[in-house]
């Protein structure tokens, strides 16, 4: 696979260079030989340890270009893909086919602030998006590496000082096809001081056929600039995701992410934090709901670089069947963070004799004044709530059902947009066999 990669690298280049500067390319090429030089992550690998993917190169995938024709949005009507949105929520749409952008599907502006396509943003401010693209990814592992030489296309958001985006950015990556499909797609986020934004963010494949997603974030935050993304990972349990997020922080600033992680044959989620400015806080609220053989892996690293810095992590897992599920998490506090603060939690539930867990909280502390904690949890239902329950007439699947949607409705705290709290809710209650909405 790793020859048909390279090969697609620069079949595309001519069309790249096209679009995007010297040094852009030469990034591009550095992080194919970087690539090349790290092969796909194995399970020697200590950050790939509980998590294997050779799986996922059996496959002859197709390798998509985003200037193919044959993946056009001409193949997928509004019907297809109307249930996967958030229709009720007025909102900014930006929405692929493919890694292709679908201009018919969406609803972008650039009116007062960007919200848009990397591909178009290369276009239209070509040295932005060059003094950012590799930036933060440019030590990341090799599939960080492979999306940067072979990524074209994904959302762009930038937002001036001082500037509130009026409504949600919602951006969906569909996936079609009628053969095995590997697809690299890149965001890049610019909040300037004082800027506030929202994204809901969904990858969906409408096909039965193997897809694997690799997708890069890289998202800039100055001062006292705030954002809220939520990833909602519910997909076909053909479809595989890897995604790596690295968020870079000013001072004061405030980032939320919400990942939602209940269906997919593999997800693996790397997100990285570096908290560069004085005062700058991170929240990280995860779910997992998995099932069969699911395998659902979350890695999150903070990097505390500067003093008075947050950071709160609070991940919780529900597997059943001969699920898998991981959690790596690693807070770093440097020798100048001092006053930090930074609390990492991961509970789990094992319904089954056969479903498992690897969890690993880390904290590496160089600072003398921080107040910080980590822990995790792994068992089983609490029988006592159960019996209680049973005695009040509740019957025992529902009561199991209720005491799980109890335990998983603290990772949507947070989420202010009511019909999005409420799709949400529905979500895991159905998945988790409460045929209701739960309040949170």
């Not at 595309?12 to 550095?30: G, L, P, Q, W």
């Not at 992080?31 to 690998?45: Q, S, V």
């Not at 699911?294 to 890695?299: G, K, N």
Request: proline content about 2%; some cysteine; glycine content about 6%.
């Amino acid at each position: 696979m790793m020859d048909r990669l390279s090969a697609h690298y620069w079949l595309n280049e001519k069309t790249y260079a096209a679009a995007s500067s010297d040094a852009v390319i030469a990034r591009r090429r550095e992080a194919l030989e970087r690539f090349e030089a790290m092969g796909f992550p194995t399970k020697r690998d200590e950050e790939w340890k509980y998590t294997s993917i050779k799986g996922l190169l059996k496959p002859a995938y197709k390798l998509v270009s985003p200037f193919a024709s044959e993946y056009s949005d001409e193949q997928v009507e509004f019907k297809d893909i109307k249930q996967y949105m958030v229709n009720d929520i007025d909102c900014y749409k930006v929405v692929f086919i493919n890694g292709c952008y679908s201009s018919w599907l969406s609803e972008t502006t650039h009116q007062g602030f960007d919200v848009c396509t990397v591909g178009s943003a290369w276009k239209k401010y070509p040295e932005i998006v060059d003094a950012h693209f590799a930036k933060l990814s440019s030590q990341g592992g090799a599939l960080s590496q492979l999306n940067t030489a072979l990524a074209w296309d994904g959302l762009y958001v930038r937002v001036p000082k001082g500037v509130i985006v009026d409504k949600p950015i919602q951006v969906l990556y569909f996936t079609t096809g009628s053969q095995p499909t590997f697809i690299s797609t890149r965001s890049l986020i610019i909040l300037e001081s004082g800027a506030h934004a929202e994204v809901i963010e969904r990858h969906q494949s409408i096909t039965k056929e193997g897809i694997w997603v690799n997708a890069v974030d890289e998202v800039f935050m100055d001062d006292n600039s705030s954002l809220h993304w939520v990833k909602l990972q519910h997909d076909r349990d053909s479809a595989s995701l890897t995604q790596h997020s690295i968020i870079e922080q000013g001072r004061d600033s405030r980032a939320t992410f919400h990942t939602i992680s209940t269906d997919g044959k593999l997800i693996r989620n790397n997100l990285d934090f570096r908290l560069t400015g004085t005062g700058a806080e991170a929240n990280m609220y995860g779910l997992t709901l998995a099932n069969g053989k699911q395998l659902i892996d979350h890695h999150t690293r903070v990097d505390h670089l500067a003093a008075h810095c947050l950071s709160r992590e609070n991940y919780k897992g529900i597997y059943d069947g001969k699920s898998h599920g991981v959690f790596n998490g690693k807070i770093m506090v440097h020798q100048d963070a001092q006053k930090t603060q930074a609390f990492q939690n991961n509970d789990s539930l094992l319904l089954s004799d056969k479903a498992r867990i690897d969890t690993k909280p880390q904290l590496e502390i160089f600072a003398d004044d921080v107040a910080c904690s980590h822990g995790c949890t792994v068992g089983q239902l609490d029988e006592e709530a159960l019996f209680y329950m049973r005695s009040r007439g509740i019957e025992e699947e529902t009561a199991r059902a209720m005491l799980m949607v109890g335990f998983a409705s603290d990772a949507i705290e947070g989420i202010q947009h009511p019909s999005l709290r409420a799709k949400l809710s529905r979500l895991i209650g159905l998945k988790l066999g409460l045929n209701m909405e739960f309040s949170v």
